[in-house]
């Protein structure tokens, strides 16, 4: 197995056990119905999207597909509908999914999030993971290491924002899980602003200005 591979395998089944547990502590149902730190998101709803992301890859590494994969996962967010909209109410970014599951409270998020966390373990342990994934709602395919990078980054990003939206430190994640999103955030952030204004962040409080990967 390509090393690249091997070592996103391990890197995801590590932060999603951390996703995991972060949405079972007490704050976040404890403030289940609450507003979230992100627009029109409950806790809840955001508890469930982060669960999701394991989910996601529980249904679709199994499934084959001779959908050319993209190059990269910088491709994949050069392009994706939801990068692009401008707007919390545009269709890329409806939330309808995350609100119904989150009507069904936190114990039945445990439950999907749990079985699914078990069956990519058992799909990455048997070798029955697919080495290239379809992303069914973009319309395109991944290379499994390039996909699982994706999920990295929407399990690291938005652990952070349900921490925070429960008032309780944000988890860390180990290095083998946390370097690879680190260095994507700062392509995206480079391609989309140039090195100038990445670098003179970074190091130039003087010179600081707010920039995004997305």
Not at 39 to 48: D, I, Y
Not at 65 to 90: E, F, I, K, M, Q
Not at 142 to 158: G, S
Not at 164 to 193: A, K, N, Y
């Amino acid at each position: 197995m390509d090393n690249r591979v091997d070592r996103l395998d391990t890197a995801f089944l590590a932060a999603a056990s951390i996703a995991l547990e972060l949405t079972r502590r007490a704050e976040v149902s404890d403030r289940w119905l609450q507003p979230s730190v992100l627009p029109k998101m409950s806790v809840g709803a955001l508890a469930c999207h982060l669960g999701r992301q394991i989910e996601h890859c529980a249904e679709l590494l199994p499934v084959a597909t001779d959908v050319p994969p993209l190059d990269s996962a910088d491709a994949h967010y050069g392009r994706a509908s939801w990068v692009t909209s401008s707007s919390p109410d545009d269709p890329p970014n409806n939330r309808s999914t995350d609100d119904a599951e989150a009507a069904l409270g936190p114990p039945a998020l445990d439950t999907r999030a749990a079985e699914a966390l078990e069956t990519v373990r058992g799909l990455l342990a048997s070798g029955t993971a697919c080495n290239c994934v379809l992303i069914p709602w973009q319309g395109w395919s991944l290379r499994r290491a390039d996909f699982l990078l994706t999920r990295l980054l929407e399990l690291v990003v938005h652990a952070d924002d349900l921490a925070l939206s429960v008032d309780i430190q944000t988890p860390e994640f180990p290095d083998e899980v946390f370097g690879p999103v680190r260095d994507l955030l700062v392509r995206l952030s480079v391609d989309r602003h140039g090195q100038s204004a990445v670098v003179s962040t970074l190091t130039r409080r003087e010179r600081s200005r707010v920039i995004s990967a997305f």
